[in-house]
């Protein structure tokens, strides 16, 4: 089976922070390193930011656009531009690519997601690498993914890849922002993701002037990938052979390990794909039924019910804390589970005035965080 990779470069590697010009030696080597890749027989995949940026640097715009439309029309001047460069670069190698632009809402609806894999699956045998982006000028505030590591790891995800590159200005993750804190410790191996909890990481809120969410996203799009079997690196933008020399089991960069026993394709789709319409807290009974024994959920264990939500959607099920523990399609609505929360499953008939279903969440529709 040949490997898959998926490579996301971020905008803070694509361009020039002085000018918002392009970094074309930058692009020009990791356009080589791809198309060597691509020889070797790995199926690869670019998520490349720069819409906004390069659309910005077509119209002398000198900051980043704050409105929502405005970013919306600026992305739709730089993807043009973005796709003719990265067409020309790979067209000298003699390597074909795709556009392929997502929204958030194309990951909800299962046909489409599904249909998203096949069409990487064809592109890759007709040894086609796609170049992705979010489908900023359609894109809605509320189905946005926001940032191109979670889109990348969104990705990654769909498509079963081997490993994630975040490509971006530093050369790895440290235990805080080495641009404010120069004595901040770099870190190498991650083989769990709560271990950065424990290392006390400081990532902030925000990364270079043209980035989107700095670290904070990265370590998002992280988690999503290694829960998914990815294993992922952060890793100098600057340097794209750099990927060739992790491939070949040179400690560089930020590796984070996959985890052993990653969810099937459903439960991936349920995790990831979908944006939760509401949250049940639940009591301590019920989180442990479903986080150690492997339980479905019933109403007796739920505390509290908050959003509008219809059955199958997804919920996020938190414990009393407010910690998010799973995720799951519900048999019953928002409006049903306020009657019934707190209830034996034998009582439901009586308060429903109907038989429901036997449980609120079955187990094969559940997701332990
Ligand atoms: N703990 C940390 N380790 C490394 N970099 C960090 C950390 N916290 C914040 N950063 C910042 O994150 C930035 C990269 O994020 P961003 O600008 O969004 O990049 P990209 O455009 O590649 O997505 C770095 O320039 C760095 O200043
Ligand atoms: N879709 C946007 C990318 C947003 C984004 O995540 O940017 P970055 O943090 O530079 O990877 C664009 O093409 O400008």
Redesign the pocket.
Known sequence: MPQTLVVK?????LTRPETGSLALATLASLVEVLSQLQRQGYAVVLVS?GAVGVGCARLGLVERPRTMSRKQAIAAVGQGRLMRVYDDLFTSLQQPIAQVLLTRADLMERSRYLNAYRTFTELFNLGVIPIVNENDTVATDELKFGD??TLSALVASLIEADWLFL????D????????QFPD?QPIGLVNNIEQLEQLQ????DR??Q??????T??ITAARIATNAGVRTAIAE?KRPENILKILQGEPLGTQFEAQPRPMNARKRWIANGLIPAGKLVLDAGAVAAICQAGKSLLAAGILQVSGEFQPSDAVQLCDPFGKEIARGLVNYSSTELNQIRGHHSDEIPAILGYEGAETVIHRDNLVVS
């Not at 490509?167 to 530093?170: E, H, I, K, M, Y």
């Not at 990481?201 to 902030?204: A, H, P, R």
């Open positions: 470069i971020g905008t803070s590697s930011s191109n590591d490509l971006t200005d530093v790895r993750l440290y235990s805080a922002d080495p641009r901040a990481v400081q990532t902030g990364g270079s043209w980035g989107t969410g700095g670290m996203t990265k933008g």
